[in-house]
């Protein structure tokens, strides 16, 4: 039996608990789509959609705002472990960031992929 991860939902408290800190950022996040999603859209339109991301992917998201250059520098020191957590994140996210941050996180994608020869 490994550690458990924990997390609250912020909105209505309910807890969760994974395996793996990704497993735990992709069941709240399904969690907050499925039960809050007014509010996760209301709170994206009032662009606040780095509230809903931890500090390391808060840098990752104004990087990404800057184009994939500045981002692939952020990007440069994450380990694969972090680089999964932020996938999970920005999966979940795509719908609703803007356009062009988008596409400076599918530059990154791609050159994580080529570079794990994926
Ligand atoms: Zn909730």
């Avoid at 694969?80 to 941050?101: C, G, H, N, T, W």
Wanted: hydrophobic content about 40%.
């Amino acid at each position: 039996m490994g550690r458990l991860y924990r997390g609250t939902c912020k909105i209505c408290r309910e807890t969760f608990a994974a395996r793996s800190p990704a497993n735990l950022l992709s069941k709240m996040s399904k969690h907050r789509w499925k039960k809050h999603e007014k509010w996760m859209i209301r709170r994206i339109k009032e662009g606040q959609a780095e509230a809903l991301l931890n500090p390391s992917v808060q840098d990752f998201v104004s990087a990404l705002k800057e184009g994939p250059r500045a981002a692939l520098k952020v990007y440069g020191d994450f380990t694969e472990r972090q680089y999964q957590s932020i996938k999970v994140m920005m999966d979940a996210l795509e719908a609703i960031l803007p356009v062009e941050l988008v596409a400076s996180w599918k530059a990154i994608e791609a050159f994580h992929d080529i570079r794990k020869g994926i």
